[in-house]
Nanobody
Framework: EVQLVESGGGLVQAGGSLRLSCTAS????????MGWFLQAPGKEREGISS????????YYADSVKGRFTISRDNAKNTLYLQMNSLKPEDTAMYYC???????????????WGQGTQVTVSS
């Protein structure tokens, strides 16, 4: 059974930082593209960042470019999202996801974690 478990969310003041982690099991981690998605209340889930299997190619949505950094440690089966300069509009549930397609094909990720809440206060 594939499991993706996110951690690292919490409450932070605007301008602060958080580091999210996603630990995977039940799959060959370094076969998979990985991504981070967020869903704010009343809004659709959106992909904000993704990374290829080896970690040398990444994608960022314009809303997080320059502030967030995605990375992975294949030896630890873990995906990370370093979030800096957080804004109140970053408040959302954050999910990690995995898929065997190209890392840029965010709509084709099919394994999902349960999510971790990030709340940014003003």
């Amino acid at each position: 059974e594939v499991q993706l478990v996110e951690s690292g969310g919490g409450l932070v003041q605007a301008g602060g930082s958080l580091r999210l982690s996603c630990t995977a099991s039940g799959l060959t981690f370094d076969d998979y593209s990985m991504g981070w998605f967020l869903q704010a209340p009343g809004k659709e889930r959106e992909g904000i960042s993704s990374i290829n299997w080896s970690g040398d190619r990444t994608y960022y949505a314009d809303s997080v470019k320059g502030r967030f950094t995605i990375s992975r440690d294949n030896a630890k089966n873990t995906l990370y999202l370093q979030m800096n300069s957080l804004k109140p509009e970053d408040t959302a549930m954050y999910y990690c996801a995995a898929g065997l397609y190209d890392f840029r094909e965010l709509t084709r990720f099919y394994y999902w974690g349960q999510g971790t809440q990030v709340t940014v206060s003003s």
